[in-house]
């Protein structure tokens, strides 16, 4: 009976020690979030009011309302909702076929280009920020631009185009850490189902979509919803690539100033900033909650965490 009951108190004991520490963990992460939504739901005759806490004395949305119009909000919102999209689907298919041939194919240099793959990963991209823009700038491939026009190249700026043959060459936004993830899933894979697709008369592109992508549905959710949220949030390639489309990052980023001339107030511009950040967190909270589930399953499976 003793031992049955120790047993009892330290299961009790532990679960709720999970539990405060869950409990405690989420407060951390969600605090900031639920402090700027208070914030950008008080009035005018809250600004001052030093004895609120977490709910307004007098709750509006006239904040959310204002900034709706001076971030032009449901234009830049289409627009990196198109872009993020974009390149969450040309990513994927990119990165899985680079996985795969770092997984599964074995030929000479393997390593070496492995290595540069996970090079790109701690290399911060404003080290090549500048050869980047040019390349883009005047977009050359192999020089043809300029031996049928006699031109240096042409712009893609202020285009997706950029975002799209980045995305296509899988050499954009965090993709490597994309491959590594495909590469890592795929090894996992048992040998066996490539035989059988061998032994059928399949060849290696062939048993890539047929019989090994379909067997990947947990790298590929985990790598989508990875690179949608990385590009929704991305203001270094976007400013760098787009001069007047409005995305939600770079009118974030613009707005403290709109709003400075628009009231000299300090604590009034303050409120309405954290009512622009809101703005821009909603739809990614909506997104999660419905792709939660096979997020979590996606990232258990595929071996990122442990």
């Not at 709750?59 to 971030?71: E, I, P, R």
């Not at 893609?156 to 060459?169: A, G």
């Not at 060849?203 to 790298?219: D, E």
């Not at 989508?224 to 949030?233: A, D, R």
Request: aromatic share 14%; glycine share 8%.
């Amino acid at each position: 009976m003793l031992v049955t009951a120790a047993g009892k108190i330290k299961a009790w004991s532990w679960a709720l020690f999970r539990t405060v520490l869950v409990m405690g963990i989420g407060y951390v992460i969600l605090y900031p979030i639920l402090l700027k939504i208070s914030l950008a739901l008080r009035g005018k005759e809250d600004i001052y009011d030093q004895t609120i806490i977490w709910f307004p004395k007098h709750a509006t949305l006239d904040n959310l309302v204002f900034v709706l119009d001076k971030m032009n909000y449901m234009d830049a919102l289409l627009n990196t909702i198109g872009i993020s999209a974009m390149a969450a689907v040309l990513q994927t298919a990119s990165c899985a076929l680079a996985g795969y041939g770092f997984a599964r194919l074995k030929y000479p240099g393997q390593g070496l280009l492995f290595m540069l793959v996970v090079f790109t990963i701690i290399v911060p991209p404003q080290t090549i920020m500048i050869p980047t823009y040019m390349h883009f700038r005047y977009f050359d491939p192999l020089g043809l631009v300029e031996l049928f026009t006699g031109r240096p190249g042409v712009s893609l700026l202020d285009t997706h185009w950029p975002f799209v043959l980045s995305s296509i060459t899988a050499t954009g936004l965090k993709n490597g850490l994309y491959i590594y993830i495909f590469k890592q899933f795929f090894r996992s894979l048992p040998g066996e189902l490539e035989e059988a697709a061998l032994v059928d008369g399949a060849g290696i592109f062939k048993t890539f979509y047929r019989v090994m992508l379909p067997n990947a549905m947990p790298a590929i959710i985990t790598v989508v919803l990875f690179s949608f949220v990385w590009q929704y949030n991305d203001s270094f390639y976007v400013s760098m690539y787009l001069t007047d489309t409005k995305v939600l990052s770079m009118q974030l980023a613009s707005l403290p100033g709109l709003l400075a001339a628009d009231s000299p107030e300090y604590m009034l511009t303050s409120i309405r900033l954290n009512a622009g950040t809101v703005l821009v967190i909603i739809p990614l909270m909506i997104f999660y909650l419905f792709l939660q589930k096979h997020f979590v399953e996606g990232v258990e499976r595929s071996g990122i965490v442990g």
